[in-house]
């Protein structure tokens, strides 16, 4: 990671942080306990990949960062109360998040529950209440856009889907079926939110970022099991080697470690075409392609 | 209840489930689990109260009703979604709802969780899908106020009040201040996000319609306390009794039945009163404001 990225990096992490914590609800407003489980959860953590996303392609599309930071972090808002949810103890029953234990170990269940609902509203919130567009009625578009993206078609469905497959031997199509909606979708709505806040686009370059949040999505959920499989406990900031355990299909389990890091610098390969010929300077997107597969932790 | 309204509450619950019917997803998309989940839990049961508040505020303001289906939709999408999440074993860890099997009883916790998740999302897609006023500024607003309606500060937070209230002796004023919250907000939203589906109101006429919404959704707690108190579990379609099983604190706990009742149709003419020189057509609205103070089970 050269110097500047990792400045731009730096300083876009600190901006979505500060934003967040302006945003939250203050702890010493009733309902303190839920307040303060909301910002414990979304705070001081993650590394921001979907708000750095929004952001780089806020910034190759010439958006204003002031309309790009609210997209950033209604999508962080909707990823965290994912993860909020998913890690109780009906779901995947996890203890550690982020290298800290997770919501309602901190908490309690019904408070981390309660966490998840009010993140998902706040995010519907602030993009309703701040202007993205010009033009109000794209400001609507986009809000249907995060909606479809978090719903029953997109990441819950996703969600829905992998319990459906714990288990169960799936095919590599099948995968990326589950995938694409889990992770995908929010990932792509990251991309796609962030470059509407810019200028218009024309339908072929729609397309063209559309296919790159696509490839970007699948390969940062390919490095994700790598992870998993890899790394330690410590590093990750989670509970490691939790697929296995749990039997869930996975890239590494089907394909394997090696194939698929190959798969995942294809996928890569596959992100950086997309964005050729789009007519736009795409280099800061193209280093947080960089950052998403070649991130160690 | 006179056989104009009688049919006029027909009609209007025919709509909505009609409504909810055709933009629900359908059983036969994947994933098909979710998908029937999410019908199961929002079709073929309740008053559809809300709804028929935001039918008759937009009735008294001229509101096409191509425009309040949508309103009443959504704000029945986040009820149920509420209920969904409430009865989880977590929670008030109910049985029964609506005469049914509770979702997570017929389905199972995970599923019941995405459910209501998959149920808020849905929700502020269809406030952002189809117009909903002339101005689209006005509708982005209308989606704030959905949202605000909904989270910690709302529904959501009053929730978490009452989580944190259970065993606890409340004061009046404290009961009070959670029901504004917990289902209060809502009421409130679907009677004023009903009325912005019309003509524009004046900082009077709005202020008068907000302490009317604020009146019967006090009112409507009050008489569910009663009911819990005092129906049978095969009246109520849900388990009754369950506040004092719990120890939760009631509006019966603290009155009585008989103060209890006496509050409600106390509250029930501050509404009739907040309605008067309002300089429009009330008489639905009072209608259904009579429908849910009288309102046997």
Redesign the interface.
């Known amino acids: 990671m050269n110097a500047d990225f990792q400045g731009w990096v730096k300083s876009h992490q600190l901006q979505i942080e500060s934003y967040l914590q302006n945003h939250l609800?203050a702890e010493n407003?009733?309902?303190k306990?839920?307040?303060e489980a909301?910002r414990y959860a979304v705070l001081g953590g993650g590394k921001r990949i979907r708000p750095l996303l929004s952001f780089a392609a806020g910034e190759l599309n010439g958006a204003d960062e002031t309309r790009a930071i609210v997209v950033a972090a209604a999508v962080e808002l909707i990823h965290v109360?994912?993860l909020v949810?998913d890690d109780?103890?009906?779901?995947d029953d996890d203890t550690l998040r982020r290298g800290k234990p997770t919501c309602h170990m901190k908490y309690?269940?019904?408070?981390a529950?309660?966490v998840?609902?009010?993140l998902?509203?706040?995010a519907?919130?602030l993009?309703?209440?701040f202007s993205l567009a010009e033009?109000?009625?794209k400001?609507?578009?986009m809000?249907?856009q995060?909606?479809?993206a978090?719903?029953?078609?997109?990441m819950?469905?996703g969600?829905?889907?992998d319990?459906?497959s714990v288990g169960k031997m799936l095919t590599l199509p099948e995968l990326e079926f589950m995938h694409i909606h889990k992770t995908g979708a929010l990932i792509r709505a990251a991309v796609m939110l962030g470059a509407y806040c810019g200028d218009k686009l024309s339908e072929e370059q729609l397309d063209r970022l559309d296919h790159f949040a696509k490839c970007i999505g699948l390969a940062f959920q390919v490095v994700d099991d790598v992870l998993d499989a890899e790394a330690t406990t410590a590093a990750l900031g989670k509970t490691a080697g939790k697929d296995a355990e749990q039997n869930k299909p996975t890239y590494v389990s089907i394909l394997g470690v090696k194939q698929a890091r190959e798969l995942a610098k294809a996928l890569q390969h596959d992100a950086y075409q997309a964005l050729e010929h789009l007519g736009k300077s795409t280099h800061r997107l193209l280093q947080v392609t960089d950052f998403i597969v070649q991130r160690e932790f």
Chains 1, 2 share one sequence.
């Open positions: 609800p407003h009733a309902p306990r839920l307040h909301m109360y994912s949810h109780l103890p009906c779901m309690d269940e019904p408070t529950l309660l998840g609902d009010s998902q509203s706040l519907f919130q993009m309703a209440e033009n109000p009625k400001q609507l578009e809000i249907k995060l909606a479809q978090a719903g029953s078609r997109g819950a469905g969600q829905a889907i319990l459906e």
